[in-house]
Nanobody, 126 residues
Framework: QVQLVESGGGLVQAGGSLRLSCAAS????????MGWFRQAPGKEREFVAA????????AYADSVKGRFTISRDNAKIAVYLQMNSLKPEDTAVYYC???????????????????WGQGTQVTVSS
């Protein structure tokens, strides 16, 4: 069982930045494909970004491309989501997720992920 813990959420004005972190208690995230998803009030949870295991290949939703960056630290202890030029429509609960298996091109599919964090709230004011 992998317990993921997100941190770094908060309230920010439009145009501002936040960096979210995701760590697994007691282990590295080296073996997992990692993803960030978000759920806004009244909406379904949606894909935001993903990063591969070894080469660090990344993928982004069109809505965040060019503004958000997903990364891992060198020790593969944590995964980050740097969010710049935030907009009110980015307001959501952000979830970190980990996949044990091979995802391939299905990185945006929630059912491909085995473990989920509890989420961290991001609120962007206009």
């Amino acid at each position: 069982q992998v317990q993921l813990v997100e941190s770094g959420g908060g309230l920010v004005q439009a145009g501002g930045s936040l960096r979210l972190s995701c760590a697994a208690s007691g282990r590295t995230l080296r073996s997992y494909v990692m993803g960030w998803f978000r759920q806004a009030p009244g909406k379904e949870r949606e894909f935001v970004a993903a990063i591969g295991r070894s080469r660090g290949d990344t993928a982004y939703a069109d809505s965040v491309k060019g503004r958000f960056t997903i990364s891992r630290d060198n020790a593969k202890i944590a995964v980050y989501l740097q969010m710049n030029s935030l907009k009110p429509e980015d307001t959501a609960v952000y979830y970190c997720a980990a996949s044990v298996g091979y995802i391939g091109s299905d990185y945006a599919t929630q059912s491909e992920y085995d473990y989920w964090g509890q989420g961290t709230q991001v609120t962007v004011s206009s």
